[in-house]
């Protein structure tokens, strides 16, 4: 069965400050991965997208890229966060086209 | 600072009780629909899902009822338990589009 991971689960870090989140999913080849933010109640915002290695949509302009060095494999990052990235974000796969899967979240906080 | 979050709808419901919790959709192209669970601090779970080519589709304990003609999809709950609180949204998703709209949720309350 498929598993998807995300880590850490929760982190604080100060404003201007960079930031890496990593997801990684098992059980499964070349699944389309997407990173989401939800802000306490909000619904999801979709941040970025990959269907493959190396290729990502952006859906939101902001100070937050996304890469997909492998296949199973999908990294967040900002090199100087904004008091204004504090929230949940998701990591979910999903196979070709259809119902996505989340992982756990991480709860981040810029102080 | 952050911004004041929406005030979510809450239905409150009696353990042992049924519960219905509807979605309106907005895309009449969108040929698949899913609800998700999401309890406090926790990623969404998938709870179930239907295609467009159906009205109504069972799980344990729950049915998906779709209307197409007015774009409106239930999620029934049966012999709601204590563990069944959470906030519960929809999803849709169309042909040829790797995105899922999300909408904003109900918050489900069971009173023991």
């Known amino acids: 069965s498929q598993t998807i991971h995300q880590w850490p689960a929760t982190l604080v870090q100060p404003v201007g400050s960079p930031l890496s989140l990593e997801c990684t999913v098992e059980?499964?080849?070349?699944?389309?991965l997407y990173w989401y933010r939800q802000a306490a109640g909000r619904g999801l915002q979709l941040l970025f997208y990959s269907v493959g290695i190396g290729q990502i949509s952006s859906e939101v302009p902001q100070n937050l890229s996304a890469s997909r060095p492998q296949d199973r494999q999908f990294i967040l990052s900002s090199k100087k966060l904004l008091l204004s990235d504090s929230g949940f974000y998701l990591c979910?796969?999903?196979?070709?086209?259809?119902?996505?899967?989340f992982g756990p979240g991480t709860r981040l906080t810029v102080t | 600072g952050e911004n004041v979050g929406l005030h979510l709808p809450t239905l409150s419901v009696q353990e042992g009780d049924n519960s219905i919790i509807n979605c309106a959709y907005s895309n009449s192209a969108s040929d698949y629909f899913i609800w998700y669970k999401q309890e406090s601090g926790k990623g969404p779970q998938f709870i179930i899902d239907i295609r467009s080519n159906m009205d109504k589709r069972q799980g344990q304990r729950v049915t998906v009822l779709l209307n197409k003609t007015v774009k409106h999809l239930s999620l029934q709950i049966a012999a709601t338990q204590p563990g069944d609180s959470a906030v519960y949204f929809c999803?849709?998703?169309?042909?040829?589009?790797?995105?899922?709209?999300f909408g904003k949720g109900t918050k489900l309350s069971v009173i023991p």
């Open positions: 979910a796969w999903s196979p070709l086209r259809g119902e996505q899967y």
């Open positions: 999803a849709e998703g169309g042909a040829g589009s790797y995105q899922l709209t």
């Open positions: 059980g499964t080849s070349n699944p389309n």
